[in-house]
């Protein structure tokens, strides 16, 4: 069969994984990213929008318009780390750790339980690095993460693996930011694998 397409490895990726780290949502100044850990499987991201497609009665189609664009995803951690927690829910949980003079000092407790409170909107960082230390990555803003995400599994004896959180989260366009450029950025060093 003849080549139709020359074969080329630019822009063609291999499965290898990525590293994942969350800041607060920083729209002016460098965000302080903590990494969230060991990941299973797969991170997903989709780009939505509400497209309008409007037929005018006698000059046809209108030109199409998006609105309401957004960013879904998710993720699963392997890493239940108390101050990833935190930061990833945004206000409802709340970390704290007992005292010297308690009876489990430095234990550490995640709590919640509030009748309303405003989630605090998060950013995402996803980066690749090969073995050129060329990176590319995927930068998320104002993000919170869906209702659901958070389980608190024991598995049993019997069960195989490790146990893991599985996160979903929405962004949606950042109006501190950049018109333009409020939603997420995606970059890639040149000849990066």
Not at 29 to 39: K, N, Q, S
Not at 84 to 102: C, N, P, Q, R
Not at 113 to 131: I, Q, R, Y
């Amino acid at each position: 069969m003849p080549v139709q397409t020359p074969m080329s490895s630019e822009n063609i990726y291999v499965a290898d994984g990525a590293s994942c780290k969350i800041a607060a949502n920083t729209p002016t100044g460098t965000p302080t990213y903590t990494d969230m850990g060991i990941t299973k499987g797969d991170a997903e991201f989709k780009i939505e929008w509400k497209a309008d497609k409007t037929l005018s009665g006698n000059a046809g189609y209108f030109p199409v318009t998006a609105k309401d664009l957004k960013i879904t995803g998710k993720f699963t951690l392997y890493t239940k780390d108390p101050d990833v927690m935190e930061i990833l829910a945004g206000g409802l949980l709340k970390k704290t750790t007992d005292d010297a003079a308690s009876t489990t000092p430095n234990r550490v407790h995640l709590k919640a339980g509030s009748t309303f409170f405003n989630l605090a909107p998060v950013e995402f960082c996803f980066e690749h690095k090969d073995t050129a230390n060329k990176i590319r990555g995927l930068k998320i803003f104002n993000a919170t993460v869906a209702s659901g995400s958070f389980g608190f599994t024991f598995l049993g004896a019997d069960s195989e693996g490790r146990e893991t959180i599985e996160v979903s989260f929405e962004a949606t366009p950042d109006g501190a930011r950049v018109d333009g450029e409020s939603l997420f950025d995606q970059y890639t060093d040149p000849g990066a694998q």
